[in-house]
């Protein structure tokens, strides 16, 4: 279980330390056999079991091309995964975590800070596939300026109007960052109930419901509505993110809770989340079907 205070370091770190520790087991080498290797010691590179160890559990902040190169030597890795473990270092998503910090995050580090989201935002444009699901809001990435607006100052009401622009202002730069980065595909998942729930006057839920009629034509997002006819569900425990990657081989899952944001790597919590995404995926309304519905929903207002 992860330390749900903060974000993982890295998940290509941990990649590459996964994919370590099975091409060591195929070797048939302990980690205190490797500290120890010969390829090591004639490249003057020191290490011991422990260091090893925690490179294979993904724990390390960084790593150093020069020893991931001399551990595959002595693992007999062959060119292609070689060059595919190589590659992985040059993509790590944590990179952004030892450069400068991107100055909107500093000027509203305060706010973000309590909730733990830096984590997500610095994974968030990494992502090859988003999977939202939401049973009360319209998802962050998909919302208008003025219905984000009033759902922070509606849920934030500690915060002052130019904290609540700042965290707006935030919200609108992960969607610029989701556009110019890695993702590929967004399947949105939002329950119809959340599509009536009265955000701000008229005017911001006609232009929430045009704003994902426009998104829902764009080729990489797919958005479906669960009808009220659904009844309570799994999901309704509440909105949840799964995350892939296109240098990792698993997935993670990021949950905002009202104090705080967690994520989960382990297996077994990520293919629940999966399960449950995959059920409600399928009794959803199909896309068409979803456009017909928030067409009727606008006509409406």
Not at 276 to 285: C, E, N, P, Q, S
Request: aromatic share 6%.
């Amino acid at each position: 279980m992860p330390d749900m205070n903060k974000a993982p370091w890295s998940l290509t770190l941990s990649e590459i330390g996964r994919r370590l520790e099975e091409l060591r087991e195929k070797e048939n080498l302990t980690l205190v056999a490797v500290a120890k290797h010969e390829t090591l010691r004639e490249r003057g590179i020191k290490t011991d079991s422990s260091a090893l160890s925690r490179i294979e559990s993904g724990q390390r902040r960084r790593l150093a091309q020069e020893l991931v190169e001399a551990l595959l030597d002595c693992y007999k890795a062959d060119p292609k995964v070689r060059r595919e473990i190589i590659g992985l270092l040059s993509v790590d998503a944590s990179s952004a975590g030892h450069r400068r910090r991107p100055a909107l995050w500093r000027r509203h580090s305060a706010l973000l800070g309590p909730m733990r989201f830096e984590g997500y935002l610095k994974l968030e444009p990494h992502a090859s596939v988003l999977r939202n699901y939401e049973p009360l809001l319209v998802q962050g990435l998909l919302q208008t300026p003025e219905y984000a607006r009033h759902v922070i100052e509606s849920m934030r009401t500690e915060l002052k109007p130019v904290e609540v622009r700042g965290l707006v202002d935030v919200r609108m730069d992960r969607q610029r960052k989701i556009a110019e980065g890695a993702l590929r595909e967004f399947q949105a998942l939002i329950e119809e109930s959340a599509l009536r729930r009265v955000v701000g006057d008229r005017q911001v839920m006609r232009d929430q419901l045009e704003r994902l009629l426009s998104a829902s034509e764009q080729s990489k997002n797919t958005i479906r509505i669960l009808p009220d006819t659904i009844g309570c569900h799994p999901g309704l425990g509440g909105p949840f993110v799964l995350m892939s990657f296109p240098e990792a081989t698993r997935d993670v899952v990021w949950v905002e809770t009202m104090n705080r944001s967690v994520y989960f790597e382990e297996e077994s919590d990520v293919d629940r989340y999966a399960e449950v995404f995959a059920d409600l995926w399928k009794r959803a309304l199909e896309p068409d079907g979803t456009r017909v519905r928030l067409k009727k929903m606008i006509k409406e207002l």
